[in-house]
């Protein structure tokens, strides 16, 4: 059995994984009308992983005997000024998950839920892996400012991801 406040958390956690996959597909189809082919392909993977990220905490509510709730996802943004903008914006979503995923390791901690810490663990390794993925790009697309041969080689870099 599960704790209400784990519960509550856990389906919070689903919609906004599921929202990261909206964001990063949103991201993706902008990169591609933009003919970022590169910077598309890394977003739209990123889409997918958020998606077994969010089916992680579906499977896990269920087996522990909660109630998945599923509440709407909201829209995201659709327009981007750079792929600078666009990647900063992923390295403070991803800084954003992070903070989502400490609060609930914590509540589980405070509630001695030991289930839900090791299976919290995945994802706070997963999270230090997710913001130095798009941490790292942020800082090569800083490097490289408005050089168009440099950002075409990131964006060929970012097709073989
Ligand atoms: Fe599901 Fe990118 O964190």
């Known amino acids: 059995m599960i704790g209400k406040k784990m519960e509550e958390l856990i389906n919070t956690q689903i919609n906004a994984e599921m929202y990261s996959a909206y964001l ?20 739209r993977l990123q889409a997918q992983e958020e998606l077994t990220h969010a ?8 087996e522990r005997g909660g109630i998945v709730t599923l509440p709407a996802i909201d829209a995201p943004k659709a327009e981007w000024r750079d792929v600078l903008e666009l990647f900063k ?5 991803e800084q954003k998950v992070t903070g989502m995923i400490n609060a609930m390791m914590a509540e589980a ?14 994802f706070v390794s ?3 892996e997710e913001e130095a993925n798009a941490s790292e790009i942020v800082v090569k697309l800083e490097k490289i400012g408005p050089s168009a041969g440099g950002l075409f080689q990131i964006d060929h870099q970012l097709e073989k991801r």
């Open 24 to 43: 990063y597909l949103s991201m993706s189809s902008w990169c591609s009308q933009h003919t970022w082919n590169g910077f598309a392909h890394w977003l």
């Open 89 to 93: 914006e992923v390295y403070a979503h």
């Open 126 to 128: 997963e999270q230090v």
């Open 55 to 62: 089916m992680k905490f579906y499977d896990y509510l269920n």
């Open 109 to 122: 901690i405070k509630q001695k839920d030991y289930a839900a810490e090791i299976m919290l663990q995945w």
